[in-house]
């Protein structure tokens, strides 16, 4: 049997931002072929589209490329419920879905990343009522420690620790994840929100499915995306108690390069999958030439967190090209960032400047200590373990289960060693 197609230059993440030190990837087809890649020994990492910020995915080893995985998505639509190959974008599996009438509550930002690598790191969308995109994971395949294979669902109380698992546990081949029937959606832009209009904070994101500010700290909110089901309300959506105008024509994303690769705004309906990600899956998504960083804290903070920025703002504005301002419903999986919190999640998407961005985090992270801020696992940020540990209470749970299912350390690398003491 083939081990898959093996290339020795790792080569970089997509936004070119972090070169991958691993001395091998390897692009697998079949579940047997990474079970037995593990099952050889020596240290392997998962590596989905490769649009996480940080070293995470990275390893001494080799990485294995799981997003040409062969196995054709199943609907069991009886329980609601389809299994997915990890490596699939949640854009295929979006059209996959909507051509068969079924739908996902929610999507993140861009629709190219991996489902695996998306549900590893807790990733999300936006709406107050809509949890991170693990949270609709109801079963999982993996192969873990010495190519043994495993799977989990929800009555296994290993389940919470098993979703957003860094990388940490094995390599995820199936996930199954929860459905509903298709629903259409209509997006409006309202622009020049006051900074002022920020103390209903908690009406506005509440004021639609999913709702996304968009700031320069610059003395006002440039952008607001409202994200509504059609059918859920009689009346047209609005930013609740807030004096921004609603946006003529289409307004590109807020850290544009000048081209259109939005998904359609003006309150067209459309449906779920071309308007819950703001970029549009046949386009290039975002800037690219960026770095990221994201801090979730509790929505009854929100306001404080965003006011204790506001005396440092003018340090970060420089280097900044734009931030965004999103809610996530809490969940019970132990290493989410929304993990038993409703959450305000404050995003900074970064000119691509290294030094400054890292000259920065410790400066926004003290400014957000008092609200035990918890870091986006796939974004840069400068804490370490110390303080990580104190923001997951179930991290010595997780501990527990990474050394249980990988007992000879094959997925650890630097990056868990220093952030979540797993050595
Ligand atoms: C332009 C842009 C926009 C973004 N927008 C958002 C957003 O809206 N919301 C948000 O929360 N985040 C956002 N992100 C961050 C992104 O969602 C995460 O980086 C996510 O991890 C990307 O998935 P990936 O497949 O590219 O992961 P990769 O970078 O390939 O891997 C990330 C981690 O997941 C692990 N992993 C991947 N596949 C598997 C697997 N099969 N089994 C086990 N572990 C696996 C890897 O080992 C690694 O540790 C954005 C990133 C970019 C570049």
Known sequence: MTTGSRVDDAGANWAGTYRYAARSVVTVTTVEQIASLVAEGGRVRAIGT?????????????????????FDPRIDEE???????????????????????????NMGSLPHISIGGACATGTHGSGAGNQNLAAAVCGIDL???????????????????????????????????RIEPTYDVRQDVF????????????????????????????????????????????????PSGSSATPAEGK?????????????VQGGIPGPWNERLPHFRFDEIPSNGDEIQSEYFVAREDALAALRALEPIAHDFTPHLLISELRSV????????????????????TWKNQPDAVRRLLPTIEDALRPFSARPHWAKWFSMDKSEISALYSRLPDFITL????????????????RIVGLN
Not at 330 to 347: F, K, V
Not at 409 to 417: H, I, M, P, T, V
Request: proline letters at 3%; glycine letters at 8%.
């Open 50 to 70: 490769r649009h996480s910020f940080n070293d995470l995915a990275d390893t001494t080893g080799t990485l294995i490329d799981v997003s040409a995985l062969d």
């Open 79 to 105: 329980r609601q419920h389809v299994t997915v190959p990890a490596g699939m974008s949640y854009g295929t599996l979006g059209r996959f879905l909507q051509e068969r009438g079924w739908a996902l509550a």
């Open 143 to 177: 192969v873990a420690g010495r190519g043994q294979r495993i799977s989990l669902d929800e009555t296994d109380v290993r389940f919470h620790g098993g979703v957003v698992a860094l990388g940490a546990l094995g390599i995820a081949t199936l996930l199954t994840l």
């Open 191 to 238: 622009i020049n929100m006051p900074w002022e209009d920020l103390n209903k904070l908690d009406a506005i994101m509440n004021s639609a499915y999913s709702a996304s500010l968009f700031t320069r700290w610059n003395g006002v909110v440039d952008q607001v995306w409202l994200k509504s089901r059609i059918g859920e309300s009689s009346s047209s959506p609005t």
């Open 251 to 263: 307004v590109m994303s807020p850290a544009d390069d000048g081209h259109d690769n939005t998904t």
């Open 329 to 348: 419903a809490a969940d019970h999986l132990w290493l989410s960032p929304a993990y038993e919190r409703d959450s305000l999640t404050i995003h900074f």
């Open 402 to 417: 990474a050394d249980e299912l990988d007992p000879d350390g094959q997925f650890r690398n630097d990056y868990l060693s």
